[in-house]
C-alpha cells in the first residue's frame, strides 16, 4: 500500500500574526482555530504551543482534539516568551532561569502525555548571542546540555525534538545547524530525544535540506519535519516550493528514501495570503510531488546518482520530474 502524507499545522499561524509593522488576520479563538485546521484540504493533525496556546484542562484539549476529528502532532514548548528568558533561557547565567526554562518542558511534556501527543518540540531562540565577547561559549554549551539532559529525562516516553535555526530572537542561536543539533544530543545522552528540522531554516542557514535529513536518519536520533519555504535569507515561511521547489523535491525523495512516516507540520505564516489556501496549497503540492517520486523507476534514479554523470541524471529530473 502506498504510504500517505500527514499534515499538520501549527495553530498560532490560524490567528492573528505579526511583524514588525503590520498586523494579519483576524484574532480566533482554540475552538475556531481546530475548526479552521479541521477544514483545511489534507491536514489530519495539529501542533499547539504550550502553556500559551491549549486549553488549561488536558481533559478539554481531549475533548476538542475528538470534536474536530484532529491529532495531536506535537506539543511546541515555548521558552523564550517569558521576561526571564530574554537574555537566554537554557544557557541562562542564572541557575534559576535556567530551571524555570526546564520546568516549562517538563510541564509539556506532563502535557503531551496527558492529550495523547508522541513528542514534545522546543527550539530555544532565546539561547545566544549577538556580539564578540558577550558570552562564554563553553559555560554556556554545559548549561545547555544539563538543562535538556534533565529534561529529557522527564517522562522519557514523550521524546523531547530540539528544533535548530540559525538566528532569531538572538543575532545566532547557539543551537544553529543539524550537525550541532546532533552533537549537541550525543553530549546530552538520551536516546528518547530528537531533532525538529525545519526546511525553511535549514535553507537560510545555508543547508541542503536533503542532506540535513540524511544525517539526522543516519544518526541513532528520531526526527520531525517543518514545512515551509524563504528566499534562503531570512526564515519567511512561506508556502512550500515557492522559492526552493528542486530543494524541496530532494528533501521529499530523502524522506521517502529513509521511510519517514510522522507528520510533516506546515510552519508557515498567511499573512497576506488566504489561510486555509495556504496551507492547502502546502499539502496539496507536497502530496502531488510525494506520489510523483513514488512513480518513478526508483532503482535507475538511484543507479544514475551513483553512476556520477549529471547531465543525465538531469535528463531523467527534466522527463520524470519536471516533465519537461
Request: proline share 3%; aromatic share 12%.
Amino acid at each position: 500500500m502506498e504510504s500517505q502524507v500527514k499534515h499538520a499545522v501549527i495553530t498560532s499561524f490560524l490567528s492573528t500574526t505579526k511583524d514588525r509593522f503590520h498586523e494579519y488576520n483576524s484574532p480566533k479563538t482554540l475552538e475556531e482555530r481546530l475548526a479552521m485546521a479541521a477544514q483545511i484540504e489534507g491536514v489530519s493533525g495539529v501542533e499547539m504551543v504550550y502553556p500559551y496556546e491549549v486549553c488549561k484542562d488536558p481533559e478539554e484539549m481531549k475533548r476538542l482534539l475528538a470534536k474536530y476529528s484532529l491529532a495531536a502532532a506535537a506539543i511546541n514548548v515555548n521558552v523564550k516568551a517569558e521576561p526571564e528568558f530574554r537574555n537566554g533561557s537554557l544557557t541562562s547565567t542564572h541557575a534559576d532561569v535556567r530551571g524555570k526554562a526546564v520546568e516549562f518542558i517538563k510541564g509539556a511534556k506532563d502535557y503531551a502525555k496527558a492529550i495523547g501527543a508522541n513528542k514534545v518540540t522546543c527550539c530555544p531562540l532565546s539561547d545566544g548571542y549577538e556580539f564578540n565577547f558577550q558570552y562564554d561559549y563553553a559555560t554556556a554549551w554545559k548549561n545547555l546540555v544539563a538543562a535538556l539532559r534533565e529534561a529529557g529525562s522527564h517522562l522519557r516516553e514523550i521524546p523531547l525534538f530540539i528544533e535548530y535555526k540559525p538566528s532569531e530572537t538572538r543575532g545566532r542561536c547557539f543551537v544553529d545547524t543539524a550537525a550541532k543539533a546532533l552533537l549537541l544530543l550525543g553530549e546530552v545522552g538520551i536516546a528518547e530525544m530528537g531533532v525538529t528540522l525545519d526546511f525553511g531554516h535549514s535553507m537560510y542557514g545555508n543547508e541542503n535540506p536533503a542532506e540535513a535529513v540524511s544525517l539526522l536518519a543516519e544518526s541513532p536520533f528520531s526526527y520531525y519535519i517543518h514545512i515551509n519555504d524563504n528566499n534562503a535569507r531570512w526564515d519567511w515561511d512561506y508556502m512550500v516550493g515557492t522559492h526552493h521547489f528542486l530543494d524541496y523535491v530532494e528533501f521529499l525523495y530523502y524522506l521517502q528514501k529513509y521511510g519517514y512516516e510522522d507528520f510533516m507540520t506546515s510552519d508557515t505564516s498567511p499573512t497576506r495570503w488566504d489561510i486555509q489556501g495556504t496551507f492547502a496549497m502546502n499539502s496539496r503540492v507536497t502530496n502531488k510531488i510525494w506520489r510523483r517520486l513514488r512513480q518513478l523507476d526508483g532503482r535507475r534514479f538511484q543507479e544514475l546518482i551513483a553512476a556520477g554523470d549529471y547531465l543525465a541524471t538531469w535528463r531523467f529530473i527534466e522527463s520524470e520530474i519536471l516533465s519537461l
